[in-house]
């Protein structure tokens, strides 16, 4: 399971947009900046040593920015106090980490899903009762 911050944790800069295009920002100009240098010297010139290092650099450097770009959380099940569904969509009203209500919608849910978040509704509503 991923090590993922909740909602709204300090820790846990993942949800904010202002966090996701910085992250984009760097990759974005990372990627230029690789373009540029692989045109100055020359695609031909390059060894494969160099070609696998150029992509294991920008490999990392997706992986370092990840977190900064997905916009994952966990909400733990205690916290969550509605449950509403619908053939295609699920929204979950919760509690995040600063004990503040939000809101979450699940898209495109398949036959399974909502079977799933049906069972986990019916589960919330005995809690609540």
Same mark, same amino acid.
């Given at each position: 399971m991923k090590d993922l911050g909740e909602f709204n944790e300090e820790k846990n800069g993942r949800s904010s947009s202002a966090e996701r295009y910085k992250s984009i920002s760097y990759l974005g100009v990372l990627g230029i900046l690789i373009v540029w240098i692989l045109w100055m010297i020359g695609l031909n010139s390059l060894s494969y040593a160099s070609i696998i290092g150029l992509a294991w650099l920008c490999?990392?450097?997706?992986?370092?920015?990840?977190?900064? /770009?997905? *916009?994952?959380?966990?909400?733990?099940?205690?916290?969550?106090?509605?449950?509403?569904?619908?053939?295609?969509?699920a929204v979950l009203t919760f509690l995040d980490f600063n004990d503040v209500q939000n809101v979450q919608?699940?898209?495109?849910?398949?036959?399974? *899903?909502?079977? /799933?978040?049906?069972?986990?509704?019916? /589960?919330?509503d005995s809690k609540n009762q």
């Open positions: 490999y990392s450097a997706y992986h370092y920015m990840i977190p900064g /770009l997905t *916009g994952e959380f966990k909400i733990p099940h205690t916290n969550i106090t509605k449950v509403e569904i619908n053939t295609s969509t919608k699940i898209s495109g849910l398949d036959k399974k *899903g909502f079977k /799933l978040f049906t069972e986990f509704s019916a /589960l919330i």
